[in-house]
């Protein structure tokens, strides 16, 4: 799954063009859909629900938390990653990621990198690890110019169960960071941490907030009782709004609550309910996930039963239900199942043309580098002339391996994967994460990003676009392309016409948008 590293390759140039093609039909530029008043939200932000138009452009595609996506990985040379971190900006700000990969109950829709145990122990024996991998990977990090640790903006602790951890290894590993790198101040940065509420110890919501974090996402998935037995995962109401009660008097900055849609005994009446109850504990984010069900290649979603599914038209009208009923709330649509009021800081940074997105998701802070530890966990990193995404090996026990191997010999890393980014890539990741972000694409902005004429140099994909202007998903003119309302939700196959991977090699290995 080797990537083309080189341009000229193409049969499309870099070169400028002087002429436009005249399919592009003339509309006046659009303003700026999200210039509204900060705090407020416009009526072209809501996304359009055509139960029709979703059915005719249901696909499977990528969610674009990278591109080139993680199908494009080839296996890491020695010695690259060792070069990648020494040859890193020193300047570039950093966002952390610490993937603990343990359960104590296994969930049968999940389809995240897990490994289901009770023993406490494992979580001390991965922590060594842990801190091992973070020591010697900053050893290779440049120091700034003046002498003081590499700045961390963002982090993040996912799963798995990040709580697994006891208070005292959470105590730990946030102490060694502070020995390692240079932290913004808690008011400033974005400092998260994923909680099964399930597994929260009496003292953690404390521990966490008097640690530094100030943003807790918890994993609910839905609140009826058959729906919660079905997938092995029991939440009661309660318990949910006491956390997220708590979080608030805690002085946590933002909560979001996890919900999917799409499983088992699931209709659009208990979803509703549950939705509606979930409003009334006011988290300041959702994401709403459609569930997808891989049995195939998840070996738990084996436990799930295809004939308690709800059918294809149910989980239309669930979507559709949902979107109403969260912007009838007073929620912003963000993007790909994300919701947020409009006063946090993720819909305020979308108004403002600020939003990003990277393995993480939505994110406010897009000028760092994304660093990552732990088993399966990746990375995203610059310099000054290539941009690289690593990853971590998926197995525990190979992982450990690869930190041993690296404490003798310093130019062995744990990054087994990676893919190095060409001018090309780096054009279309430009390309499609500001129509997954902003809902724009500004060719005069990309024409002097990269020197290029956009109109001339995607003729091909504006010529694709075409039905989707008709079908009036998107809007496009000599200034650019914009994703009108009936679109936003669709916003994923607007992304995939610019992607030059997806038709040669991986149609069917994504899951559907809708």
Not at 75 to 84: F, Q, R, S, W
Not at 144 to 151: A, I, R, S
Not at 330 to 340: E, N, R, S, T
Not at 467 to 496: F, T
Request: overall charge negative; charged content about 25%; hydrophobic content about 35%.
């Amino acid at each position: 799954m080797s990537e083309p590293s080189d341009i000229h390759s193409d049969q499309k140039s870099f070169a400028h063009a002087s002429e436009q093609p005249t399919m592009v039909r003339p509309v006046t530029q659009p303003d700026n859909p999200y210039a509204s008043t900060r705090g407020s939200i416009t009526s072209k932000q809501l996304p359009a629900f055509d139960e029709e138009i979703i059915n005719k452009y249901n696909r499977s595609g990528p969610r674009y938390t990278s591109y080139p996506t993680a199908l494009e990985f080839s296996p890491m040379p020695v010695g690259l990653e060792t070069k990648i971190l020494q040859e890193r900006e020193a300047h570039a700000p950093l966002s952390l990621y610490f993937h603990i990969p343990f359960c104590r109950h296994l969930c049968y829709y999940c389809a995240c990198n897990k490994i289901i145990t009770k023993k406490n122990s494992d979580a001390g024996d991965y922590l060594e690890y842990l801190i091992a991998e973070i020591k010697h990977k900053r050893s290779l990090l440049q120091t700034p110019e003046d002498g003081k640790k590499p700045l961390v903006k963002q982090l993040h602790f996912g799963g798995g169960t990040p709580t697994f951890l006891q208070d005292n290894e959470l105590i730990q590993l946030w102490e060694f960071l502070q020995t390692q790198f240079e932290f913004l101040p808690e008011d400033q940065g974005d400092y998260s941490i994923e909680i099964d509420p399930r597994e929260l110890g009496d003292e953690t919501l404390k521990v966490l907030r008097n640690l530094g974090f100030n943003r807790v996402s918890l994993g609910v998935q839905d609140l009826d009782e058959k729906v919660q037995i079905a997938v092995n995962r029991i939440n009661s109401a309660e318990l949910i709004e006491n956390v997220l009660a708590e979080a608030r008097a805690l002085g946590f900055h933002s909560t979001n609550v996890d919900l999917i849609y799409g499983l088992p005994h699931q209709t659009p009446e208990t979803l509703d309910t549950t939705v509606r109850r979930i409003i009334e504990m006011a988290p300041d984010r959702l994401s709403v996930f459609n569930y997808a069900h891989l049995p195939e290649r998840f070996k738990s979603q084996r436990q799930i039963k295809e004939e308690d599914l709800p059918t294809p038209a149910a989980k239309l009208t669930m979507l559709g239900n949902t979107i109403n009923t969260l912007t009838e709330a007073g929620y912003q649509y963000i993007g790909i199942d994300h919701f947020a009021k409009p006063d946090d800081e993720l819909a305020i940074a979308q108004r403002e043309g600020k939003l990003h997105r990277n393995f993480q998701g939505y994110t406010i802070m897009g000028d760092c580098d994304l660093l990552g530890f732990g088993v399966s966990s990746i990375s995203q990193i610059s310099n000054a002339n290539s941009s690289y995404i690593l990853q971590n090996h998926t197995d525990l026990q190979v992982y450990k391996e690869n930190i041993d191997a690296a404490r003798n010999n310093p130019t062995l890393m744990p990054a087994i994967n990676v893919i190095k980014t060409s001018i090309k890539d780096r054009l279309r990741e430009y390309v499609i994460m500001n129509l997954l972000c902003h809902d724009y694409m500004d060719f005069r902005d990309i024409n002097q990003k990269f020197g290029i004429d956009a109109i001339t140099y995607f003729i091909d994909e504006i010529q694709q676009l075409g039905e989707m202007q008709q079908d009036r998903l998107i809007d496009m003119d000599a200034a650019g392309i914009r994703v009108l309302p009936r679109g936003r939700l669709l916003g994923r196959n607007v992304a995939m016409v610019f992607d030059e991977y997806l038709e040669k090699k991986h149609k069917n290995r994504f899951s559907k948008v809708i």
